[in-house]
């Protein structure tokens, strides 16, 4: 496993914990996280924690995929919020062994089409 792959799974470890502040050491003084879904964009490891700590409800985050190559790292998440289990899917840009930037997207389920029933063994949309 690289080491970038470690860095990224120590950062998901810590937000299932809730110990945001061991995120801290994992993010580059230039961090980015962008949430292009709703257009924001926060700057700064302080901002990015402090919104973190501040989320309504607790989760609990477990990878479901992770993919490495060089400085990019992607994960398929699972955060399991009450009854729900919500995908979430981040692509990490890494520098220097850090964190340097986040995208990430909160895709919603929706209905399967019926068209395309024919085709489809499992409806794995409904979560």
Known sequence: MSQNSQIIESFWAAFDRFEFEAVAPLLHDDFV??????????????????MN????????????KLV?????????????????????ISFFTLRDGQILHIREFWPESFPAEEWRAQWVDVNTSKT
Do not use: C, M
């Open 53 to 64: 700590r501040h989320y309504p409800g607790q989760w609990r985050i477990a990878i479901t």
């Open 33 to 50: 996280f962008e949430l292009p879904q709703s257009g924001e964009r926060i700057r700064g490891r302080d901002n990015f924690i402090a």
């Open 68 to 88: 490495a190559s060089d400085d990019e790292v992607a994960t398929e998440i699972t955060a399991t919020y009450g009854e729900k289990n919500l995908p979430a």
